[in-house]
């Protein structure tokens, strides 16, 4: 089994397919693909942690350099990046 590319196009098929090898008794395949899993899901929630700070820098960068052009999703953007971390 490629756990790793299993789980780098599908969490959810990742996840099915350690369950079947865990009602099958393959318990050692299971704890590779439950480990292959997790690293999968760490690296997608860094992206898209990266992705939302990229957002939120540019609409500060904005609202700090373009006063009259500031509009309500940039406060938006703002606010919710400020509760969400």
């Known amino acids: 089994m490629n756990w790793q ?6 969490h959810y098929k ?5 369950k079947n ?3 099958q ?3 050692k395949e299971a704890s590779i693909g439950i480990e292959e899993l997790i690293e999968a899901l ?4 860094k992206r898209a942690l990266k992705s939302q ?7 500060i960068i904005k609202w700090k350099s373009q006063p009259e052009k ?6 938006a ?9």
């Open 5 to 10: 590319e299993l789980s780098s196009h599908s």
């Open 14 to 18: 990742t996840a099915v397919t350690i």
């Open 21 to 23: 090898e865990l009602q």
């Open 25 to 27: 008794g393959n318990l």
């Open 42 to 45: 760490s690296r997608s929630e």
């Open 53 to 59: 700070l990229v957002r939120l820098m540019m609409h």
């Open 70 to 75: 500031r509009s309500l999703s940039w406060v």
């Open 77 to 85: 953007t703002i606010i919710n990046a400020r509760h969400v971390g």
